[in-house]
């Protein structure tokens, strides 16, 4: 089963949810907000992708944070990703041996149908 992370206001995560949709894909939505991800589980995604393409340093929740005013090594931005979900790049796309991250729609394509 493929499972998408994200939140439903996010149009990142609107887009893959209408590919999905669209593609007749069978997915599970966890929604981060509602169901924040356990440190584990941010850990098992930086084993798949690199700490700073996981680290939204464009969204909201990083300038209401002043992030930008700290210089974050890949550590403590891990740190900040298991104590703020919300600084995590969406959508993030679970299949059983590998993770995305981002939007792209053309490696979609590619690997799910």
């Given at each position: 089963?493929?499972?998408?992370?994200?939140?439903?206001?996010?149009?990142?995560?609107?887009?893959?949810?209408?590919?999905?949709?669209?593609?007749?894909?069978?997915?599970?939505?966890i929604?981060?907000?509602?169901?924040p991800?356990?440190c584990?589980?941010?850990?098992?995604?930086a084993?798949?992708?690199?700490v700073?393409?996981?680290?939204?340093?464009k969204?909201?929740?990083?300038?209401q944070?002043?992030?930008?005013?700290?210089?974050l090594?890949?550590n403590?931005?891990?740190e900040w990703?298991?104590?703020?979900?919300?600084?995590?790049?969406?959508?993030?796309?679970?299949?059983?041996?590998t993770?995305?991250?981002?939007?792209?729609?053309?490696?979609?394509?590619?690997?799910?149908?």
């Amino acid at each position: 089963m493929i499972k998408v992370y994200g939140i439903k206001t996010c149009g990142s995560v609107r887009k893959a949810l209408k590919f999905f949709k669209d593609n007749n894909i069978e997915i599970e939505f966890i929604d981060i907000r509602k169901n924040p991800l356990e440190c584990e589980t941010i850990h098992s995604f930086a084993s798949y992708i690199d700490v700073d393409k996981l680290f939204n340093n464009k969204g909201t929740k990083y300038r209401q944070l002043e992030l930008k005013n700290f210089n974050l090594d890949k550590n403590a931005k891990l740190e900040w990703l298991c104590k703020e979900n919300m600084l995590l790049k969406r959508p993030i796309i679970q299949t059983s041996d590998t993770i995305l991250c981002g939007v792209d729609e053309k490696l979609w394509s590619d690997l799910f149908q």
